[in-house]
Antibody, heavy 122, light 107 residues
Framework: EVQLVESGGGLVQPGRSLRLSCAAS????????MHWVRQVPGKGLEWVSG????????GYADSVKGRFTISRDNAKNSLNLQMNSLRAEDTALYYC???????????????WGQGTLVTVSS | EIVMTQSPATLSVSPGERATLSCRAS??????LGWYQQKPGQAPRLLIY???TRATGIPARFSGSGSGTEFTLTISSLQSEDFAVYYC?????????FGQGTKVEIK
C-alpha cells in the first residue's frame, strides 16, 4: 500500500522559514515524480511544486517561485520543501502527492498524503 | 494558465438520486482531465482520469464525460459516502490547475 506521510508544519512568523518533509513507502519511489499541493482550509487546491524522479526537472507555481525549493532523496524515499520568506498567504495544508504515470510532467496526482498544516502569522 | 470553473458551487441531492457536476476549461484541454473526491478531514482521492476512465477501485456509479472545454462528472445513484467535495483538474498544460470545487450535500 502506498503511504505518504508529511511532517514539519507548524506556526511560523512572516518572513521566517520552514522545511516540510514527506516520507514515502509502498512503491518504487525513484520511478515517479513527486509534488506538493496546498489547500487553504475550506478552500480549493493549488499545485505548489513538483520534481522529476531524478531531480532533473523541477517546477514551481509563480506564487512561490524564488522562495520555495523542492528536493528529494531517493536513497531515503523522501521529498522535501524548503519554504523561505513565508507570507500570510502561504498559510495552508500542504499535501505531498505522487505523480501519475508517464513521467515528468505528471498528469494527475495519486495518491496524496494527509497533509501538514503551515500557519504563517505574527 | 488554464482556469477551471466548476458549477454549481453546491449541489443538494437526495440519497439514491443522480448528481451531475460540470467543469469548464478556459481553453481546450483535450481529454486531459481528472476528477477528485475530498471528504471532510481527508486528502483528495483520484476518481477519474482521461476525462472518463475510472481510477482503481472506483465504483461504476461514477462516470466522466466530455472533451475540449466542457466536462461532466455523473454519480448515478448517490450513496451516503458520496457526499463530499469534488474537484476537476486539467493536465494538458503546465501548471496543472484545479477547479474551485463542487460540494455535494444531502438534500
Amino acid at each position: 500500500e502506498v503511504q505518504l506521510v508529511e511532517s514539519g508544519g507548524g506556526l511560523v512568523q512572516p518572513g521566517r522559514s520552514l522545511r516540510l518533509s514527506c516520507a514515502a513507502s509502498g512503491f518504487t519511489f525513484d520511478d515517479y515524480a513527486m509534488h506538493w499541493v496546498r489547500q487553504v482550509p475550506g478552500k480549493g487546491l493549488e499545485w505548489v511544486s513538483g520534481i522529476s524522479w531524478n531531480s532533473g526537472s523541477i517546477g514551481y507555481a509563480d506564487s512561490v517561485k524564488g522562495r520555495f525549493t523542492i528536493s528529494r532523496d531517493n536513497a531515503k524515499n523522501s521529498l522535501n520543501l524548503q519554504m523561505n520568506s513565508l507570507r500570510a498567504e502561504d498559510t495552508a495544508l500542504y499535501y505531498c502527492a505522487k505523480g501519475g504515470p508517464g513521467g515528468w510532467p505528471s498528469p494527475w496526482f495519486d495518491p496524496w498524503g494527509q497533509g501538514t498544516l503551515v500557519t504563517v502569522s505574527s | 494558465e488554464i482556469v477551471m470553473t466548476q458549477s454549481p458551487a453546491t449541489l443538494s441531492v437526495s440519497p439514491g438520486e443522480r448528481a451531475t457536476l460540470s467543469c469548464r476549461a478556459s481553453q481546450s484541454v483535450s481529454s486531459n482531465l481528472g476528477w477528485y473526491q475530498q471528504k471532510p478531514g481527508q486528502a483528495p482521492r483520484l476518481l477519474i482520469y482521461g476525462a472518463s476512465t475510472r481510477a482503481t477501485g472506483i465504483p461504476a456509479r461514477f462516470s466522466g464525460s466530455g472533451s475540449g472545454t466542457e466536462f461532466t462528472l455523473t454519480i448515478s445513484s448517490l450513496q451516503s459516502e458520496d457526499f463530499a467535495v469534488y474537484y476537476c483538474q486539467q493536465y494538458n498544460n503546465w501548471p496543472r490547475t484545479f477547479g474551485q470545487g463542487t460540494k455535494v450535500e444531502i438534500k
